[in-house]
């Protein structure tokens, strides 16, 4: 075979099969030829554009005299692709009759140890989910115990505080002209504090079953109007004791719901405690209901410090408080507000909150009308 057969022959090779990016571009870089490796990396249109379209340094400015000044010295150059994710070459530069070869190429052991990299943090990924996955099942068995066993100190110690509260009223009823008044006094106490511990424990015990993922509804079409009248009843001693002003504005619009009654009556119990809690003496609480095309609303604003925009998120977390304190101390879990959530979340309702520091809060539920 001749020389120029075989220069022909590598030239054709060159352009049509090796893995080669090869441009031939005249002296003021605009691309004439292009290899078909470059054609296939950079889009059909690479014999139209100049060198500095499909080639990037990003240490500086591309200038065609400093990459052809020494034919020996590689140039780390990227490539700018058609699928928009830059590639490094490994670039020599060569002038021929006032024209510039351009030869690149990848840098076999640059490749290797990038391939031997990935494969390494692919290994480490791996061994990271695995430990990821054992954590999260340790995590969900101590879940599962903790729920368990507050359920059954919650469940255990409701008897005996039902015991105390029963004969504390027993007592005062029966007995309590015969009573002085230091004795009578001290009855109250120990009523009013085992009924904030009966509250306490069905709170513990609300939040275990939930948490558990064992919390049935009871639905049936029942009337919204009176579930809001029975929770205002029973707010009503609280806000009695703290001078606060308890008013409602029902919508008559607002046809029967498909819900677990009682267990609304509970959510909607729970956020106006938390309003009254939160609410200075002689304040006032306001509900409102109303029917807003096919949702109802039932709204409890208060008058209290509000809560900062920063904390609203920690709102209807378990044990989270926040930096507003309870006007009167009143004691609590911080599991009131959660309950309430997830028991309007399982009627496919929702919780909002608004809320301005020294100007008060406004909860509002959303529950949607049965289809």
Known sequence: MSTRAVAEFARKYVLDTAPVLFLRMDSEGCILEASQYAIDLMGEDTCEQTFSDVLVDFGGKLRLADLTADASQRHMLDVATKAGLPQTFYFRFFTHED?????????????????????????????????LQKSNAELARLNELKNQFLGMAAHD?????????????????????????EHREFLSTILSSSGSMKRLIDDFLDVAIIESGRLALEIEPTEFGPIVQRAFAVA???????????????????????????????????????AI???????????????????????????GDGIAEEELSQLFQPYERTGTQKTADERSTGLGLAIALRIVEEHGGKIEVESTVGVGSTFRIWLPLAS
């Open 277 to 303: 809690e939160h609410s200075h003496p002689d304040a006032t609480v306001e509900v409102r209901t109303r029917r807003e095309g096919e949702l109802v609303t039932v709204s409890v604003k208060d008058e």
């Open 157 to 181: 110690l409701r008897k005996p505080v039902g015991l105390v509260m029963a004969y504390s009223e027993f007592v005062l009823d029966e007995a309590g002209d015969a009573l002085s008044h």
């Open 99 to 131: 024209q510039v070869l351009c030869f690149g190429a990848k840098d076999a052991e640059d490749e290797e140890r990038l391939r031997t990299e990935v494969l390494s943090l692919n290994h480490e990924l791996s061994n990271l989910t695995r430990d």
């Open 236 to 274: 009503g001693l609280a806000a009695k004791k703290k001078r606060i002003a308890l008013t409602v504005d029902q919508d008559g619009a607002v046809p029967p719901l498909l819900i677990d009654g009682p267990k609304i009556e509970q959510a909607l119990g729970n956020l106006l405690s938390n």
